[in-house]
Protein backbone atom coordinates (compact mmCIF):
# COMPACT_ATOMS: atom_id res chain seq x y z
CA UNK A 1 0.00 0.00 0.00
CA UNK A 2 1.21 3.72 -0.93
CA UNK A 3 0.65 5.27 2.16
CA UNK A 4 2.46 8.37 1.01
CA UNK A 5 -0.19 9.03 -1.62
CA UNK A 6 -3.29 8.30 0.61
CA UNK A 7 -2.11 10.88 3.22
CA UNK A 8 -0.76 13.34 0.62
CA UNK A 9 -4.58 13.41 -0.70
CA UNK A 10 -6.04 14.44 2.59
CA UNK A 11 -2.81 17.14 3.13
CA UNK A 12 -3.97 18.42 -0.53
CA UNK A 13 -7.64 18.12 0.22
CA UNK A 14 -6.92 19.29 4.38
CA UNK A 15 -4.55 22.01 4.69
CA UNK A 16 -3.38 23.20 0.95
CA UNK A 17 -7.50 23.56 0.30
CA UNK A 18 -7.56 21.47 -3.55
CA UNK A 19 -4.00 23.42 -4.21
CA UNK A 20 -2.25 20.79 -5.93
CA UNK A 21 1.48 22.06 -5.57
CA UNK A 22 4.20 19.35 -5.51
CA UNK A 23 4.14 17.79 -2.04
CA UNK A 24 7.94 16.43 -1.74
CA UNK A 25 7.97 13.31 0.71
CA UNK A 26 10.35 15.29 2.96
CA UNK A 27 8.40 18.47 2.96
CA UNK A 28 8.28 19.34 7.02
CA UNK A 29 4.69 20.08 7.49
CA UNK A 30 5.19 21.98 10.18
CA UNK A 31 8.70 23.79 8.93
CA UNK A 32 6.45 24.99 5.45
CA UNK A 33 3.25 26.29 7.54
CA UNK A 34 1.77 23.23 5.62
CA UNK A 35 0.12 22.01 9.42
CA UNK A 36 -0.67 24.30 12.77
CA UNK A 37 -0.78 22.53 15.55
CA UNK A 38 -4.41 22.12 15.48
CA UNK A 39 -3.74 20.76 12.14
CA UNK A 40 -1.66 17.69 13.70
CA UNK A 41 -4.88 16.87 15.97
CA UNK A 42 -6.39 16.72 12.63
CA UNK A 43 -3.99 14.57 11.13
CA UNK A 44 -3.77 11.99 13.66
CA UNK A 45 -7.16 11.99 13.61
CA UNK A 46 -7.88 11.11 10.04
CA UNK A 47 -4.74 8.79 10.71
CA UNK A 48 -6.55 6.87 13.16
CA UNK A 49 -9.81 6.66 11.45
CA UNK A 50 -8.55 5.56 7.83
CA UNK A 51 -5.76 3.01 9.04
CA UNK A 52 -7.53 1.55 12.16
CA UNK A 53 -4.70 2.42 14.20
CA UNK A 54 -4.22 3.76 17.68
CA UNK A 55 -1.47 7.12 17.90
CA UNK A 56 -0.08 7.25 21.17
CA UNK A 57 0.56 10.20 23.39
CA UNK A 58 4.41 9.58 22.83
CA UNK A 59 4.19 8.49 19.17
CA UNK A 60 3.30 12.48 18.52
CA UNK A 61 6.90 13.65 17.40
CA UNK A 62 7.80 15.16 14.56
CA UNK A 63 9.74 11.69 13.79
CA UNK A 64 6.67 10.20 12.97
CA UNK A 65 3.80 13.09 11.70
CA UNK A 66 6.34 15.78 10.34
CA UNK A 67 6.24 14.99 6.99
CA UNK A 68 4.57 12.73 4.23
CA UNK A 69 7.86 10.18 4.20
CA UNK A 70 8.11 10.03 8.13
CA UNK A 71 4.30 9.00 8.35
CA UNK A 72 4.77 6.49 5.63
CA UNK A 73 7.87 5.34 7.84
CA UNK A 74 5.62 5.41 11.23
CA UNK A 75 2.41 3.66 9.36
CA UNK A 76 4.80 0.91 8.33
CA UNK A 77 6.84 0.18 12.03
CA UNK A 78 3.32 0.23 12.83
CA UNK A 79 1.95 -2.78 10.46
CA UNK A 80 5.32 -4.43 11.23
CA UNK A 81 4.63 -4.29 15.48
CA UNK A 82 0.96 -5.27 14.92
CA UNK A 83 2.38 -8.43 12.82
CA UNK A 84 -1.01 -7.41 10.53
CA UNK A 85 -1.36 -4.75 7.26
CA UNK A 86 -2.76 -1.99 7.84
CA UNK A 87 -5.68 -0.93 5.41
CA UNK A 88 -6.82 2.44 4.36
CA UNK A 89 -10.68 2.62 4.83
Do not use: W
Not at 3 to 27: T, Y
Not at 41 to 56: G, S
Not at 73 to 81: C, D, G, I, P, W
Request: proline fraction near 2%; include cysteine; aromatic fraction near 8%.
Amino acid sequence: MNFVEIVRGFVVENFLFGDHIDLPEDASFLGKGIVDSTGVLELIEYLEKTFHIRVEDEEVIPENLDSLRNISNYLESKQARNGASICAQ
